[in-house]
C-alpha cells in the first residue's frame, strides 16, 4: 500500500503562481476567510490543493457568469478585488478602472464594469 500524505499542502508561492496572483494577495485571501491556509509557523503559509481547486472552479464560474451579462456592478467587482465599493467607485472616478453608466440607472450613477476591462485591470494590478 503506498504511502500517501494525509493532507495535500501547496507552498504560497505555487499557490500564488497558479492563480496568477501575487503571494501578499495571496495571503489577503487567506486573511480575509476566502482562501483557507495552514500557518505550521508564522512565516510559512500553505493551501490546501481542495481548497485551491475550488477557489480556481469559483474564479472561473464567476468569470463565465460575468461574459454573460451586460457588465459587472460596483459590488461585483469589489468583491472580486476583495476592497470595498466606495474604493471601486474611487477608481472609477479617478479613470483608473473603466466603467459606463447603466442606461436604465442614469439617475443612480450605476456603473457596469466590462469583464475585459476588469480582467486587464487585476492583471495590472497584481503585477508586484
Not at 49 to 57: E, V
Not at 58 to 77: I, S
Amino acid at each position: 500500500m503506498p504511502a500517501t500524505a494525509p493532507l495535500d499542502l501547496v507552498p504560497a508561492t505555487d499557490a500564488a503562481a497558479e492563480l496568477g496572483v501575487s503571494t501578499d494577495y495571496l495571503a489577503s485571501l487567506v486573511a480575509r476567510r476566502r482562501l483557507a491556509g495552514v500557518r505550521p509557523t508564522p512565516r510559512c503559509l500553505l493551501i490546501r490543493r481542495a481548497d485551491l481547486d475550488a477557489h480556481k472552479r469559483a474564479r472561473a464560474a464567476f468569470a463565465t457568469a460575468a461574459r454573460k451579462a451586460d457588465g459587472l456592478t460596483v459590488r461585483e467587482v469589489a468583491d472580486a478585488c476583495n476592497v470595498g465599493a466606495e474604493s471601486v467607485r474611487r477608481w472609477i472616478r479617478l479613470g483608473i478602472l473603466p466603467a459606463k453608466l447603466h442606461p436604465a440607472l442614469l439617475g443612480f450613477r450605476s456603473y457596469r464594469v466590462r469583464p475585459a476591462d476588469l480582467e486587464a485591470f487585476l492583471a495590472g494590478a497584481s503585477v508586484e
